[in-house]
């Protein structure tokens, strides 16, 4: 358990460069606490305690705004970043090294039963406000835009944006200097790429009416 909580303590380190002691970090951040107070309810859940479970979850979020269902998995190192307005469904699975921002929803359709929340597979970023919906999986080391909402799987190395969220791939492989700025806008391509050849066909018109004359 301590090898855990140290592991979560780094993790929070080396993601937030505006993290400036472990101390800080286990005192102050809303993510780091929310974490812990998850694997707690967890614990409980799993020894058929689920009232106290769902007390422990619903304390945690009216104190850090971040809601987590204790039946959800969380793998290791997970980084919640600032974390306001997350929720976390309870048949969501998340594996290690993953990076949330705040306002994510890792929800459900309301028309599924069963497994209803997404799995979210190793060393994905999930960035701010994005809605990832339904039994879906995020393949590792994808990349969720801010803003995107995704309701089908995404492949591993891939990077999702806009509504409803398009996969864009960048030479088949992983841009690991992507951030949540500077990602490609799939419509504003396939604009540019439509006046590419509106303009190719405008010369060819002109090139014949020439060769009419």
Known sequence: MFDSFKEDVKSFMDHDPAARSPIEIVLLYPGFKALRSHRKARWFLDHNMPFIARYLSQRS???T?????????????????????????????????????QGVTLGGTGKDV???????????????????????????????AAGAVVVKDVEPNCTVVGVPGEIVRIDGERVDDLDQIHIPDPLMNAIRENEAKIKSLEEEIKKLKEQIK
């Open 65 to 101: 705004g971040i809601e987590i269902h204790p039946g959800a998995t969380i793998g290791r190192r997970v980084c919640i970043d600032h974390g306001n307005g997350i929720v976390i469904g309870e048949t969501t699975e998340i594996g290690d090294d993953v990076m949330i921002y």
């Open 61 to 63: 979020a009216h104190k």
């Open 114 to 144: 069963g497994k209803r929340h997404p799995t979210i597979e190793s060393g994905v970023m999930i960035g701010s406000g994005a809605k990832v919906l339904g039994p879906i999986t995020i393949g590792r080391n994808a990349k969720v």
